[in-house]
């Protein structure tokens, strides 16, 4: 939120209060918390202490490298915000020293120093990453006048910022469809059902990193407001509408991970990890589409189309119309369109494959249960008691309140009975449209925290229905709303996209943007969500969803069978997705890795090439693990741009070599291609099997070792297809001759 009137002046009605000086210091919980007790005005004499604003500054180092920061005006007024579930529980006493004036706080290679004006600078291994000045904490109010007894009549905010370097790039805040780096951008935290065209989001995350190597968690439910180099264009702003403010400054280390890594691996242990997927759920799904018309005879038509075109499928989704219309959710099979679901369950099962059902959080009041849940009091209410409710969506729908424990077991309860009838997982659609106006929840937790924290509770809920009945190992959703820790609760997809390329790029974008907020794992639309794509964007975007993280065929009104697109589509669906089951060996070893480190799978080129400062505002190619290069096309010219990083580059479908540090034109690609290269060094291993991606990976295992000199060593890490460490594979090249304690096959590319 922007306060000020240009440099010198506020915008009207607003007070600034910063800290003019420390008047009193203290250590408080066995010297784990510094606290600063720091007035707005400077403290010449008694009569000084008589009124006027004091800010509580609380500094803490919950973990090695990162550093709390809370800011507090009024300390006596009650929190009703939920609060993130993270990992602060192993907090250490403070290392405190006094040096030439200034109190320093070291922790780890990170430092704090806070000078005699209380301006703050932020240090790893020696360098300076950032600085939080005194006029950056700042009690604001907004309103003026007092009331008859002298209290002020006006909105509070609490403020922070933190400084930003000469070239320095702000990423992340969730998963955002605009420009990829943030600078000159105003955030705020808001969940909202947008489409992946407009600034709104489905995933609000309020943590950002920087490309210097540090990263902010701003540790509140609530709406936080962002001003990333907007306000002031050499800051990065955030407020809330609170008495006061909690932070995280997250210092990278350079280490095994590098330091922008470092940082996503410190904040993921704050606030969360994925758990190892099952191996299924990489390969391909494939959908009803939303409104269009089909029955058991369609879907089966559909698989069957899919087995005789030869393209593997792994999991089939049935989209809202597998329950009645204007009775979402009741979690009843239609029966005038599905007679027999569990038969039908069952014979989908024996064809190998997966069943996903969509579910919303919603409940209509023409449902069997509106009436159930609104007696025991198991959805949001008025605040004189009354359901909630609304037309949107479905005509009187119910909101489900995930704060009752008794609600939670309820709905968990109905999404037992379909698991119990052969249901492998849920797509868990909205939880975005959440109101704040006049709401009662039943822990009584404030509506406006509440708003972004739904989708966390909403999800969690239905995650842990399904590990209960199938293990942690098999359990998985297809989730669209998120907030700081839903990565913990995977796989999450970008949401309504259109059939076109300009879409194609910004659900692109927008993962991207999600992966630098701590999600290891995204998908997309495969074939864009509303309206029909040509058969061109069909056909590329086939290339880039088979070549991301998770992959699904879903649309809105019309079918994503890859033959209503042309012959020449289906071909292409099989040949990528039976690429991604042979790579599923590498795909899978840094997934599972991710559920270790928190390092996501889909990597912006910027995470992995820092130094590299062509690679800051790139957000049109990614790199898929750490070693593959992948760059869609997103013109119907087949033309696309591509940057090589330094190092020595191989095109992963012809072989050709390429010297990185430069830019490069491919024309005219074909579909059976998506621009793939290998970075000089890697180790793939590439599988015996391309019908499915759940296989024996150490069963004729192949490794394709790309580039690798004299003098290299290599180490890789495999994982069995149950997530399982199986085995380290080390290589070395010693006088252009490859040794490696590996048994199986190992090409060497040239």
Same mark, same amino acid.
């Given at each position: 939120?922007?306060?000020?009137?240009?440099?010198?002046?506020?915008?009207?009605?607003?007070?600034?209060?910063?800290?003019?000086?420390?008047?009193?210091?203290?250590?408080?919980?066995?010297?784990?918390?510094?606290?600063?007790?720091?007035?707005?005005?400077?403290?010449?004499?008694?009569?000084?202490?008589?009124?006027?604003?004091?800010?509580?500054?609380?500094?803490?180092?919950? @973990?090695?490298?990162?550093?709390?920061?809370?800011?507090?005006?009024?300390?006596? *007024?009650?929190?009703?915000?939920?609060?993130?579930?993270?990992?602060?529980?192993?907090?250490?006493?403070?290392?405190?020293?006094?040096?030439?004036?200034?109190?320093?706080?070291?922790?780890?290679?990170? @430092?704090?120093?806070?000078?005699?004006?209380?301006?703050?600078? &932020?240090?790893?291994?020696?360098?300076?990453?950032?600085?939080?000045?005194?006029?950056?904490?700042?009690?604001?109010?907004?309103?003026?006048?007092?009331?008859?007894?002298?209290?002020?009549?006006?909105?509070?905010?609490?403020?922070?910022?933190?400084?930003?370097?000469?070239?320095?790039? *702000?990423?992340?805040?969730?998963?955002?469809?605009?420009?990829?780096?943030?600078?000159?951008?105003?955030?705020?935290?808001?969940?909202?059902?947008?489409?992946?065209?407009?600034?709104?989001?489905?995933?609000?995350?309020?943590?950002?990193?920087?490309?210097?190597?540090?990263?902010?968690?701003?540790?509140?439910?609530?709406?936080?407001?962002?001003?990333?180099?907007?306000?002031?264009?050499?800051?990065?702003?955030?407020?809330? @509408?609170?008495?006061?403010?909690?932070? &995280?400054?997250?210092?990278?280390?350079?280490?095994?991970?590098?330091?922008?890594?470092?940082?996503?691996?410190?904040?993921?242990?704050?606030?969360?990890?994925?758990?190892?997927?099952?191996?299924?759920?990489?390969?391909?799904?494939?959908?009803?589409?939303?409104?269009?018309?089909?029955?058991?005879?369609?879907?089966?038509?559909?698989?069957?189309?899919?087995?005789?075109?030869?393209?593997?499928?792994?999991?089939?989704?049935?989209?809202?119309?597998?329950?009645?219309?204007?009775?979402?959710?009741?979690?009843?099979?239609?029966?005038?369109?599905?007679?027999?679901?569990?038969?039908?369950?069952?014979? *989908?099962?024996?064809?190998?494959?997966?069943?996903?059902?969509?579910?919303?959080?919603?409940?209509?009041?023409?449902?069997?249960?509106?009436?159930?849940?609104?007696?025991?009091?198991?959805?949001?209410?008025?605040?004189?008691?009354?359901?909630?409710?609304?037309?949107?969506?479905?005509?009187?729908?119910?909101?489900?309140?995930?704060?009752?424990?008794?609600?939670?077991?309820?709905?968990?309860?109905?999404?037992?009975?379909?698991?119990?009838?052969?249901?492998?997982?849920?797509?868990?659609?909205?939880?975005?449209?959440?109101?704040?106006?006049?709401?009662?929840?039943?822990?009584?937790?404030?509506?406006?925290?509440?708003?972004?924290?739904?989708?966390?509770?909403?999800?969690?809920?239905?995650?842990?229905?399904?590990?209960? @009945?199938?293990?942690?190992?098999?359990?998985?959703?297809?989730?669209?709303?998120?907030?700081?820790?839903?990565?913990?609760?995977?796989?999450?997809?970008?949401?309504?996209?259109?059939?076109?390329?300009?879409?194609?790029?910004?659900?692109?974008?927008?993962?991207?943007?999600?992966?630098?907020?701590?999600?290891?794992?995204?998908?997309?639309?495969?074939?864009? &969500?509303?309206?029909?794509?040509?058969?061109?964007?069909?056909?590329?975007?086939?290339?880039?969803?088979?070549?991301?993280?998770?992959?699904?065929?879903?649309?809105?009104?019309?079918?994503?069978?890859?033959?209503?697109?042309?012959?020449?589509?289906?071909?292409?669906?099989?040949?990528?997705?039976?690429?991604?089951?042979?790579?599923?060996?590498?795909?899978?070893?840094?997934?599972?890795?991710?559920?270790?480190?928190?390092?996501?799978?889909?990597?912006?080129?910027?995470?992995?090439?820092?130094?590299?400062?062509?690679?800051?505002?790139?957000?049109?190619?990614?790199?898929?693990?750490?070693?593959?290069?992948?760059?869609?096309?997103?013109?119907?010219?087949?033309?696309?741009?591509?940057?090589?990083?330094?190092?020595?580059?191989?095109?992963?479908?012809?072989?050709?070599?390429?010297?990185?540090?430069?830019?490069?034109? &491919?024309?005219?690609?074909?579909?059976?291609?998506?621009?793939?290269?290998?970075?000089?060094?890697?180790?793939?291993?590439?599988?015996?099997?391309?019908?499915?991606?759940?296989?024996?990976?150490?069963?004729?295992?192949?490794?394709?070792?790309?580039?690798?000199?004299?003098?290299?060593?290599?180490?890789? *890490?495999?994982?069995?297809?149950?997530?399982?460490?199986?085995?380290?594979?080390?290589?070395?090249?010693?006088?252009?001759?490859?040794?490696?304690?590996?048994?199986?096959?190992?090409?060497?590319?040239?």
């Amino acid at each position: 939120m922007k306060f000020a009137n240009g440099c010198w002046l506020k915008k009207e009605g607003v007070e600034f209060y910063t800290p003019a000086q420390v008047y009193d210091e203290k250590l408080l919980c066995e010297g784990k918390v510094l606290r600063l007790y720091a007035p707005a005005n400077v403290i010449y004499n008694r009569g000084c202490t008589l009124g006027g604003v004091v800010i509580t500054i609380k500094i803490t180092a919950p @973990k090695r490298g990162i550093f709390g920061i809370s800011l507090s005006h009024y300390e006596g *007024i009650s929190d009703k915000y939920p609060k993130f579930d993270i990992d602060i529980e192993d907090a250490e006493k403070l290392d405190i020293s006094h040096i030439d004036g200034n109190t320093v706080i070291n922790n780890g290679t990170a @430092k704090l120093v806070i000078d005699s004006s209380l301006n703050m600078k &932020f240090y790893s291994g020696g360098r300076y990453l950032t600085g939080i000045y005194a006029k950056d904490m700042a009690y604001v109010t907004v309103g003026a006048g007092v009331d008859n007894d002298g209290y002020r009549k006006n909105t509070a905010y609490m403020n922070a910022a933190v400084n930003l370097s000469v070239g320095e790039h *702000i990423y992340g805040l969730g998963e955002r469809f605009t420009e990829f780096v943030k600078n000159g951008q105003s955030v705020d935290m808001w969940n909202a059902d947008g489409g992946t065209f407009t600034e709104q989001a489905y995933k609000n995350v309020p943590f950002f990193m920087s490309d210097r190597g540090y990263g902010v968690f701003v540790n509140e439910t609530g709406k936080v407001m962002y001003e990333v180099g907007s306000e002031y264009v050499r800051k990065a702003s955030f407020c809330v @509408k609170k008495e006061n403010i909690s932070f &995280f400054i997250i210092c990278g280390e350079d280490n095994e991970y590098g330091y922008m890594k470092d940082v996503l691996v410190k904040y993921t242990g704050l606030s969360g990890r994925p758990p190892v997927l099952p191996a299924w759920s990489f390969g391909l799904w494939l959908s009803t589409s939303f409104t269009t018309d089909y029955n058991e005879e369609t879907v089966m038509e559909f698989i069957d189309g899919m087995k005789k075109r030869n393209i593997p499928l792994s999991v089939f989704h049935f989209d809202c119309f597998w329950m009645q219309g204007m009775k979402w959710c009741n979690f009843i099979w239609d029966k005038d369109v599905f007679p027999d679901p569990r038969g039908m369950i069952k014979r *989908i099962k024996d064809k190998g494959l997966r069943i996903c059902v969509w579910i919303n959080p919603y409940i209509a009041q023409n449902s069997e249960l509106f009436s159930e849940g609104a007696e025991r009091g198991y959805f949001i209410k008025r605040t004189n008691g009354d359901v909630w409710q609304w037309d949107m969506w479905q005509p009187g729908m119910a909101i489900v309140d995930f704060t009752n424990p008794s609600a939670v077991t309820w709905y968990q309860g109905k999404l037992k009975e379909l698991l119990d009838m052969g249901v492998s997982c849920f797509k868990t659609d909205f939880g975005e449209r959440i109101p704040t106006d006049g709401v009662m929840y039943y822990n009584r937790a404030d509506p406006e925290g509440m708003h972004n924290y739904y989708s966390y509770m909403y999800n969690k809920a239905v995650y842990e229905a399904v590990k209960d @009945k199938r293990g942690e190992k098999e359990a998985i959703l297809f989730a669209r709303s998120a907030t700081c820790g839903g990565q913990k609760f995977p796989v999450h997809w970008g949401g309504d996209c259109t059939a076109e390329y300009e879409s194609m790029a910004e659900s692109l974008r927008g993962g991207l943007s999600l992966t630098m907020s701590g999600f290891s794992f995204w998908s997309h639309d495969i074939g864009g &969500f509303e309206d029909t794509s040509t058969a061109d964007v069909y056909k590329r975007w086939v290339a880039f969803g088979l070549m991301s993280s998770h992959s699904r065929m879903h649309g809105s009104s019309s079918y994503r069978v890859p033959w209503n697109y042309g012959d020449e589509a289906a071909e292409v669906a099989s040949f990528f997705s039976k690429i991604k089951n042979r790579l599923m060996p590498y795909i899978y070893s840094y997934a599972c890795q991710a559920s270790e480190n928190g390092i996501p799978l889909m990597r912006s080129m910027v995470l992995e090439f820092p130094e590299d400062k062509n690679c800051a505002y790139l957000d049109r190619q990614y790199m898929l693990g750490p070693d593959l290069l992948v760059a869609p096309v997103f013109d119907e010219s087949g033309d696309v741009s591509v940057y090589l990083p330094n190092g020595c580059w191989t095109d992963y479908f012809t072989g050709d070599t390429y010297e990185g540090g430069k830019w490069y034109d &491919f024309k005219n690609v074909s579909y059976f291609i998506i621009p793939c290269f290998v970075r000089e060094g890697a180790v793939i291993p590439i599988g015996n099997r391309d019908d499915r991606p759940d296989y024996d990976y150490m069963d004729g295992l192949t490794l394709n070792v790309y580039k690798l000199y004299d003098g290299m060593n290599k180490s890789v *890490i495999l994982y069995n297809s149950k997530g399982e460490r199986e085995n380290v594979i080390d290589i070395k090249v010693k006088d252009g001759v490859v040794h490696s304690n590996f048994k199986n096959k190992i090409t060497v590319q040239p």
